[in-house]
């Protein structure tokens, strides 16, 4: 495996080996001598790790931003070096205060029963999967899901992404420093890059692994759910959400344009390779639609072609763009990928609410990449049904005036049910690294609407369990 240019379309840097399934099974094998480690260590030890591991980060800034650039053309500055690397290592040192103060565990007694209960670690391995388009923030050992599971003191078993081995290969190199610098097992961080699905599933069955962490696409996701399913092994996976934009009548007539460039920016942000983009817009009045669309497809035109992590990321949007085509629905400007590298267009679709109805499943479905739907509803009340309708999302937005109070309060009740984070008039790009933050959501946005992928403590519950101990001397 190499990586891939994508504003060229070259491969450039190191090979990186497959590994085997006796690769696989030796790293869960030996996870087990970092379990008891790690739950009996006092907290300081590996909180020590974390913020190690933070600074030997920040020290080397330059060359991981760089590479990170190289393999996914994502904004160097500021999104790399700064916004997401900072994530990056606060997300560390959140965790490691997590583990000096760990009265989340959620501790209860019952001195006349002689019942103590809390949250322990998952005596086994958190395989940690992250996704193409945050190579730090979300990277397997680096991201939310490893800081949670080291939070909450479990080994962690990284792979990495094929779109960014050479930026993993140089975190795992600082991950292991700090590692053997505090003194851990070094079953406690390890990492592969590559195997046969077939010898990933042998990997999750393993006893020495005791629960998945993962973010991409729905299929990918509803794959690994099968699996740890039916191993009846925990998963929390991030997999899938359009994150709808809900445009009451009475701000859609005042100020259609100004709502037009906010949701476009936020469409492109990222070349539209945000979990949480606003991929479509649900507008109440059609003359009011007519005004965004028109704004919106002034703009997209004058946007340059997209840059997209893969040609994975690219093949996928061209075959989204020819399902909606398929359905009856024309981009009004865009629609074909363009080189060099694996560029796109950035690409708009206006539909009407009966049409939206008609194709639902492929209107309402997330497309990575640069593209946007407007649905034009004849009512506030059409956009009620609409959002009575969805699916599980990840966020959800109401733009609104003081003439809409009545029907924003009425969409709020039902999205309440429907995302795990509701905006009031800002779009959602962009999450928050933070205790009170809900990054989660009903299915398919995730398959456990009860937790959060981000913000600690609360993304530490996930890589833990429940236990009583029953007339037990300490």
């Not at 649900?282 to 997209?306: D, K, N, Y």
């Not at 398929?326 to 539909?351: M, N």
């Amino acid at each position: 495996m190499r990586a891939m240019r994508p504003a060229t379309g070259e491969a450039f840097g190191a090979e990186f080996p497959r590994a085997t399934r006796a690769d696989l099974e030796a790293m869960a094998d030996t996870a087990f001598d970092a379990v008891d480690f790690l739950a009996d260590a006092p907290g300081e030890r590996i909180a020590g790790f974390l913020e190690d591991y933070a600074r030997r980060l920040e020290g080397d800034r330059a060359e991981i931003a760089r590479l990170a650039h190289e393999e996914t053309a994502l904004p160097l500055v500021p999104r790399l070096s700064e916004v997401e690397f900072n994530r990056t290592c606060l997300q560390m040192r959140e965790a490691a205060r997590c583990l000096r103060d760990e009265s989340w565990r959620e501790v209860a007694h019952d001195a006349q029963a002689g019942l103590r209960s809390t949250l322990v670690p998952l005596g086994g391995a958190v395989v940690c999967i992250g996704p193409s388009n945050f190579p730090l923030a979300f990277n397997g050992i680096s991201g939310g899901d490893f800081c949670a599971a080291i939070a909450a003191r479990n080994p962690v078993i990284a792979k990495a992404h094929p779109g960014h081995p050479n930026t993993t290969a140089r975190l795992f190199t600082h991950a292991c420093a700090a590692r053997d610098q505090a003194g851990l097992p070094a079953a406690a961080v390890q990492c592969f890059f590559d195997c046969a699905p077939e010898d990933g599933e042998a990997l999750l069955a393993h006893a020495g692994v005791a629960a998945l962490g993962f973010t991409g696409s729905r299929a990918a996701g509803m794959r690994l759910k099968a699996a740890c399913d039916a191993l009846g092994k925990p998963a929390s996976l991030e997999m899938s959400s359009v994150n709808p934009v809900f445009v009451a009548s009475g701000a859609a007539a005042a100020r259609a344009e100004a709502i037009a460039d906010a949701w476009v920016a936020s469409v492109l942000m990222g070349a539209g390779q945000f979990c949480t983009k606003p991929g479509v817009l649900l507008v109440s009045g059609e003359q009011a639609a007519r005004r965004i669309a028109a704004r919106a497809e002034e703009l997209m035109r004058a946007a340059a072609p997209a840059i997209l992590l893969s040609e994975s990321v690219r093949s996928h949007l061209a075959a989204a763009v020819a399902e909606l085509r398929d359905a009856g629905v024309e981009p009004v400007c865009g629609g074909s990928a363009c080189g060099p590298g694996f560029r796109f267009e950035p690409t708009l679709c206006v539909v009407s609410a009966v049409q939206a109805r008609a194709v639902r499943s492929v209107v309402l479905r997330e497309a990575f990449g640069p593209l946007g739907v407007i649905v034009a509803v004849e009512g506030d009340g059409q956009l009620v049904d609409f959002a009575r309708a969805l699916d599980g999302q990840l966020a959800s937005t109401v733009v609104s005036d003081d003439a809409d109070a009545a029907v924003r309060a009425t969409l709020f009740g039902v999205l309440r049910f429907k995302a795990g984070r509701l905006l009031d008039e800002a779009m959602p790009t962009g999450v928050a690294v933070h205790p009170a933050m809900v990054h989660g959501g009903p299915m398919p946005a995730t398959n456990d609407a009860r937790f959060t992928a981000v913000g600690l403590p609360g993304a530490a519950k996930r890589f833990s369990k429940a236990l009583c101990l029953d007339r037990v001397r300490a």
